[in-house]
Nanobody, 136 residues
């Protein structure tokens, strides 16, 4: 049974950094697509960053970042420890959002950007989420 658990959320001030972790069990993060998503109450869930191995060159990573987080967030994975990370720098003020990690088998033929947008076709295992609030 696949389980994902996020941690590292909290209340931070604008300009701060935060690192979210997603620990997996029952699945290898070495080969699956991994994604981080966020949702503000009353709004649609959005893809923040996704990672998957390339269709044609499996050793090449394909990485997507939403425009709003480019150059500030970094996605990574540690296959040996079954953990994915989302390092967030220079956080902007925002409404409290729940950040979710998800994993699944990559749907080949689709770009990483497409995979990271609704309906998130490759992601069938989700964690319960961790809340992040950026406020002064």
């Amino acid at each position: 049974q696949v389980q994902l658990v996020e941690s590292g959320g909290g209340l931070v001030q604008p300009g701060s950094s935060l690192r979210l972790s997603c620990t997996a069990s029952g699945v290898s993060l070495d080969h699956n697509a991994i994604g981080w998503f966020r949702q503000v109450p009353g709004k649609e869930r959005e893809g923040v960053s996704c990672f998957a191995l390339d269709d044609i060159s499996p050793r090449e990573p394909n990485i997507y970042y939403a425009d709003s987080v480019k150059a500030r967030f970094t996605i990574s994975r540690d296959g040996a420890n079954h953990t994915s990370y989302l390092q967030m720098y220079n956080l902007k003020p925002e409404k409290p959002a729940v950040y979710y990690c998800a994993s699944g088998i990559r749907r080949y033929g689709l770009s990483i950007a497409t995979l990271c947008r609704p309906p998130f076709v490759s992601f069938n295992s989700w964690g319960p989420g961790t809340q992040v609030t950026v406020s002064s």
